[in-house]
């Protein structure tokens, strides 16, 4: 299976904390990888480098066999505009209608009459189950409503790459479950590679086809669900999945 992302040796630290010490790590086409680790080990800080948003110290990432860290910024962006990304707190705009979150984007960034963009996010929004809400505003959303949109937002563009920050922190039980329900219809769907970072093992062991768990600054074990839940011995990974039941 080819690598969509190849990670080599990223190092990452912010003012003398180095919190990324040497990941190399390579994400498959099409599969579906949960990266897990203890809080403040740089899970998200690790999103952030892939998409440019944090520039590295050392390594080389290469995304769609491209080398990211040497771009100049506008083939960068157009890297980007093949990621889609789904914020942890769903960051919607508290003032633009599900619409016009949805379709955030094209509404500044290109020349599509607003009718043709509402369109557009209205056939979204029926995907991620959220028909006929196009014109509600974000306060009028419960939060699993919320984290509806924000995938419908991430998606309307048809990205190659999906990440997935935190999906289901805050969520009921109940939610999270039709949240993890969502992920893998849509990774099914439109046919992503994902990337999640998850404290959630019901999540983790659902959509996962690898985990890969990052912890004291590198990736220190990866492979499938049950292939951890069997062989491993770190007691992260070990917490990580007794918690889980």
Known sequence: MDNIISLKNLKVGFD????LKGITLDVRKGESLVIVGSSGCGKTVLLKTIL???????GEIYIFGEKTTSLPEKQLMEIRSRIGMVFQGSALFDS???WENVGFYYINHSDLTDEKIKTMGKEILRDVGMENFEDFLPEQLSGGMKKRVSVARALIAKPEILFYDEPTTGLDPITSESITELMAEMHTKFKTTDITVTHDVRLASRISDRIALIDNGTIEEIGTFEELRG?????IIRSFIETGG
Not at 52 to 58: A, F, N, R, S, T
Not at 231 to 235: A, C, D, G, L, V
């Open 16 to 19: 003398d904390n180095e919190v």
């Open 52 to 58: 440019g948003l944090v520039k590295p110290e050392e």
């Open 96 to 98: 633009l209608s599900v």
């Open 231 to 235: 062989t491993s011995k770190n007691p």
